[in-house]
T-cell receptor
């Protein structure tokens, strides 16, 4: 079993839809949770960072962490074509493995006009 | 406000050739990382460093070497290029272990 599982998609939604992206994890030592956005042929760009259970909002983006269920989500409201990208979840903390980040494989999102 | 800078952006190597991928960051981060990204496979950690003079292997270190003589620079060396090393390589840095990392724009390497 992978430490971090992420549905690869692709996910196709109409413009204006609410998008839900999810990751599950197995290592309870993870303390920090991140979402990255990666456009084609570009480097991953940090979107959201949180270290506690609950919700964190930034504009149209909301990150949700449920440590009891080992589940994190990213919600995108009023999705735009410019949101079309691959979204990677990442987790880190004092995992005993050198405190490195562990990434999901990414979900490809396409927002259509 | 450069962040993490990687050079070159693209490179084609012949089997058996060697090259160095350059990475520099201007955020005074202690932690630096090298990842490779293959289609559908996510990011795989090659090597990482927790500070100048300290490096350690990640998941897929075979065929690569690194050094960290300064806080700013973390070059990745390929000694004998193989087709299996065809990939996109990303360098990243962070202020602490396991915390948010900032990525460069990548080096697209093809070995033929």
């Amino acid at each position: 079993q992978k430490e971090v599982e992420q549905d690869p998609g692709p996910l196709s939604v109409p413009e204006g839809a609410i998008v839900s992206l999810n990751c599950t994890y197995s290592n309870s030592a993870f303390q920090y949770f991140m979402w990255y956005r990666q456009y084609s042929r570009k480097g991953p760009e940090l979107l959201m960072y949180t270290y506690s259970s609950g919700n964190k909002e930034d504009g149209r983006f909301t990150a949700q962490v449920d440590k009891s269920s080992k589940y994190i989500s990213l919600f995108i409201r009023d999705s735009q074509p410019s949101d079309s990208a691959t979204y990677l979840c990442a987790m880190g903390g004092r995992t005993g493995g050198g405190n490195k980040l562990t990434f999901g494989t990414g979900t490809q999102l396409k927002v259509e006009l | 406000n450069a962040g993490v800078t990687q050079t070159p952006k693209f490179r084609i190597l012949k089997i058996g050739q060697s090259m160095t991928l350059q990475c520099t960051q201007d955020m005074n981060h202690n932690y630096m990382y090298w990842y490779r990204q293959d289609p559908g496979m996510g990011l795989k950690l090659i090597y990482y460093s927790v500070g100048a003079g300290i490096t350690d292997k990640g998941e897929v270190p075979n065929g690569y070497n690194v050094s960290r003589s300064t806080t700013e620079d973390f070059p990745l060396r390929l000694e004998l290029a193989a087709p299996s090393q065809t990939s996109v390589y990303f360098c990243a840095s962070s202020s602490g272990g396991g915390t948010e990392a900032f990525f460069g724009q990548g080096t697209r390497l093809t070995v033929v």
